[in-house]
């Protein structure tokens, strides 16, 4: 838990329970990245597959015969928060030659994908004409489960960014009843407060096998890292980030 707390992120070892489940929800996985109804989340030329809400797991994570999500880096996650329905996960899956521009994003977004890892907050929403930065979900916690073995664009994140977000958060929303929350404009604190995490965290590559997962903190400052392997075969993980109970928990817990 100290590590956690400290660096915003760590790392589990090979776990069994976990390997059984990964062996289990390969398959459905694949098979949703190829459904016609998935169409639309490959993005960036092909290169990646941003899979919202694509695995077809139930509220415990089970999925085709894997039994519900177990393992202790799950059992950790639980522990912050309390007993949690698990959301159907996130498939991200990338390919050789991420990142090609994403059909939309301008030159200078283009650039910074592939200059910051398209670095962001969790939870944190463009919106409206003027493009104004708004929290607009409220996570508890990202669990990160490696479904292939390829190490290619591991998921990067900059250690200690949380602490320094969650101050930004909580000076942001001091007063303001959870109702008023996501009318508040993130914009400007958000942009020079990233410009200082660039400077003063360190980028960390997190690199995971199949049996092993990552658990980031819900205000860590994180991204994907260009495709740069030699390996051709693509890298898929399985992202769980469930609602936390309440707002007020997710502003004021560590």
């Given at each position: 838990m100290k590590e956690y707390l400290e660096k915003g992120w760590i790392k589990f070892a090979h776990d069994?329970?976990?390997?059984?489940?990964?062996?289990?929800?390969?398959?459905p996985a694949w098979d949703a990245v190829?459904?016609?109804?998935?169409?639309?989340?490959?993005?960036?030329g092909g290169t990646w597959f941003v899979g919202v809400d694509a695995l077809a797991n139930d509220a415990s994570g089970a999925v085709g015969q894997s039994g519900p999500l177990?393992?202790?880096?799950?059992?950790?996650?639980?522990?912050?928060?309390?007993?949690?329905?698990?959301?159907q996960a996130q498939l991200s899956v990338i390919y050789d030659g991420y990142p090609r521009p994403r059909e939309g994003e301008s030159d200078a977004a283009g650039r910074y994908r592939l200059k910051r890892d398209a670095a962001h907050l969790d939870g944190l929403k463009l919106e409206g004409a003027e493009r104004q930065r708004r929290m607009g979900e409220y996570h508890a916690w990202v669990l990160g489960i490696p479904l292939s073995e390829s190490a290619a664009s591991p998921m990067v994140v900059w250690e200690g960014s949380h602490r320094l977000l969650h101050d930004m958060l909580r000076a942001a929303f001091a007063g303001l009843p959870e109702s008023q929350w996501h009318e508040v404009d993130l914009t400007a604190r958000y942009q020079a407060l990233r410009a200082r995490i660039f400077e003063e965290c360190q980028r960390?590559?997190?690199?995971?096998?199949?049996g092993e997962a990552y658990l980031m903190h819900r205000f860590?400052?994180?991204?994907?890292?260009?495709?740069?392997?030699?390996?051709?075969?693509?890298?898929?993980?399985?992202?769980?980030?469930?609602?936390?109970?309440s707002r007020t928990d997710w502003l004021n817990k560590p």
């Open positions: 069994a329970a976990l390997a059984a489940w990964v062996e289990a929800a390969r398959q190829a459904a016609p109804e998935n169409t639309h989340w490959h993005q960036c177990t393992g202790q880096a799950h059992d950790f996650a639980r522990a912050l928060f309390g007993p949690l329905p698990l959301h960390v590559e997190v690199c995971a096998k199949p860590a400052l994180h991204g994907v890292a260009p495709w740069g392997a030699a390996d051709a075969a693509p890298r898929m993980i399985a992202y769980f980030r469930p609602e936390a109970p």
